[in-house]
T-cell receptor
Framework: QKEVEQDPGPLSVPEGAIVSLNCTYS??????FMWYRQYSRKGPELLMY??SSGNKEDGRFTAQVDKSSKYISLFIRDSQPSDSATYLC???????????WGAGTKLIIKP | GAVVSQHPSRVICKSGTSVKIECRSL??????MFWYRQFPKKSLMLMAT?????????EQGVEKDKFLINHASLTLSTLTVTSAHPEDSSFYIC????????????FGPGTRLTVL
């Protein structure tokens, strides 16, 4: 079993829809949770960073962490074609511990 | 904030030659930088962790004599692919962690290496 599970997709939704992306993990020592967006042939871009259970909102993006269920989510409201990318979840115990990555979900927003 | 640059963005070289890739943190000092490799449609694979002023820590299966990492200053780390072969062709990405960070990493734009 991988430490972090993420459905690779692809996930295809119409423009304007609410997108839900999810990851589950097995290591309860993870304390910090991140969502990255990666466009083709580009480096990952940090979208959201959280360290406590609950919701964190930034514009159209909401990150949700449920430590009791070892489950994190990223919601995208009013999705746009420019949101089409691969979304990777990552988590760490903190400090200089390495990031443990999900497989990445390819998201396609259809105009 | 937290901008990381990488140079070159793309390089093509002949088999047997060495290639150096630079990673710079532009607006913060990074005591730790990371080097990743990414194959098409795959997630990132950590190659090594680079700490300023000390030897890099390589992940299992990564040849340290082939992938030389130098972190000579708080804003610069370099990865040198020595005696490159076609199987070294890949997308190489660096990242850096700002001081007092909780673990988040900021990534460079990546370098596409093609070995002929």
């Amino acid at each position: 079993q991988k430490e972090v599970e993420q459905d690779p997709g692809p996930l295809s939704v119409p423009e304007g829809a609410i997108v839900s992306l999810n990851c589950t993990y097995s290591n309860s020592a993870f304390q910090y949770f991140m969502w990255y967006r990666q466009y083709s042939r580009k480096g990952p871009e940090l979208l959201m960073y959280t360290y406590s259970s609950g919701n964190k909102e930034d514009g159209r993006f909401t990150a949700q962490v449920d430590k009791s269920s070892k489950y994190i989510s990223l919601f995208i409201r009013d999705s746009q074609p420019s949101d089409s990318a691969t979304y990777l979840c990552a988590m760490t115990m903190g400090g200089n511990y390495q990031l443990i990555w999900g497989a990445g979900t390819k998201l396609i927003i259809k105009p | 904030g937290a901008v990381v640059s990488q140079h070159p963005s793309r390089v093509i070289c002949k088999s047997g030659t060495s290639v150096k890739i630079e990673c710079r943190s532009l607006d913060f000092q990074a005591t730790t930088m990371f080097w990743y490799r990414q194959f098409p449609k795959k997630s990132l694979m950590l190659m090594a962790t680079s700490n300023e002023g000390s030897k890099a820590t390589y992940e299992q299966g990564v040849e340290k004599d082939k992938f030389l990492i130098n972190h000579a200053s708080l804003t610069l780390s370099t990865l040198t692919v020595t005696s490159a072969h076609p199987e070294d062709s890949s997308f190489y990405i660096c990242s850096a962690t700002p001081p007092l960070a909780g673990g988040e990493q900021f990534f460079g734009p990546g370098t596409r290496l093609t070995v002929l």
